[in-house]
């Protein structure tokens, strides 16, 4: 209600049909949030940063109805250029041939915002946050600190794989290996990013077995989160994000 950005979503992927809608923008305010705590398209009217998607578009390409409701202002978020179309970009992309390369069945996937500018590790009271200010002189819309990222896959025998990223939310543009070494670099634990976002994430498996939970955690080495062979590049550079440059 005070920050104006979506602090988590959630959805499951799957490969079969993804890919078969192109892109449909059609960003809009969602109806079931009430003004004044609902951010508009006109937040964004400014120079320096992208409607980040948060649940993003590639992810929904099953269906245009899924496509079309990807672009709801409640999934956005403000995201500096380089940022939303380099490494943010590059890991969404990581994400879908991740579950194009699993046979066995879905990914469920967490992302969400962090606010902790003073890098304490803590979530930062949402008065201190920075505010983007929009051409109609408002300065509404909070902008995220970080953002990150909870992977799951449930084997067939029942057992979960995982791993997670917390991301700086800055204007590093990397591209290729340095863009994988970069990704790899941020890799969290689950435990680490509840702490900094002041979320409790599967507090009923916490409660009721713990060692699922502990086993969740060692099971980041999954050779299913492999960053060999796999090559999604930054679009960075192509659609001219060096505007910003300079902007924080």
Same mark, same amino acid.
């Given at each position: ?105 879905? %990914?469920? #996937? &967490? *992302? /969400?915002?962090? $606010? ?6 803590? !979530?930062?009271?949402?008065?201190? @946050? ?62 680490? %990013?509840? #702490? &900094? *976002? /002041?979320?409790? $994430? ?6 009721? !077995?713990?060692?699922?939970?502990? @086993? ?33």
């Amino acid at each position: 209600r005070d920050l104006l950005v979506p602090v988590w979503t959630a959805h499951r992927l799957d490969a079969q049909g993804l890919g078969k809608i192109e892109r449909v923008d059609c960003f809009r305010s969602d109806p079931r949030i009430n003004a004044p705590f609902a951010s508009l398209r006109s937040d964004y009217d400014e120079r320096i940063f992208d409607q980040g998607h948060l649940s993003p578009n590639g992810d929904m390409s099953r269906a245009l109805n899924s496509v079309l409701n990807s672009f709801i202002m409640s999934n956005m978020a403000p995201q500096y250029c380089q940022f939303n179309r380099g490494v943010w970009q590059i890991l969404e992309s990581l994400v879908r041939l991740w579950v194009k390369d699993n046979e066995r069945g879905s %990914i469920y #996937v &967490i *992302t /969400g915002s962090v $606010f902790d500018r003073d890098n304490d590790g803590k !979530r930062d009271p949402d008065a201190s @946050a920075k505010r983007m200010k929009s051409n109609n002189g408002k300065s509404r819309v909070a902008v995220p600190s970080h953002f990150y990222k909870i992977l799951i896959h449930q084997k067939g025998d029942g057992t979960v794989e995982t791993i997670s990223f917390l991301l700086p939310h800055d204007q590093t543009d990397l591209d290729g290996d340095a863009a994988f070494q970069y990704l790899e670099k941020h890799i969290h634990s689950i435990e680490e %990013i509840g #702490v &900094i *976002t /002041g979320l409790k $994430f599967f507090p009923k498996a916490a409660q009721e !077995r713990p060692e699922a939970v502990a @086993a969740i955690e060692k099971a980041r080495a999954s050779s299913l989160w492999s960053f060999t062979g796999k090559h999604p590049s930054s679009l960075a550079n192509s659609q001219q994000c060096k505007a910003t440059a300079g902007a924080d």
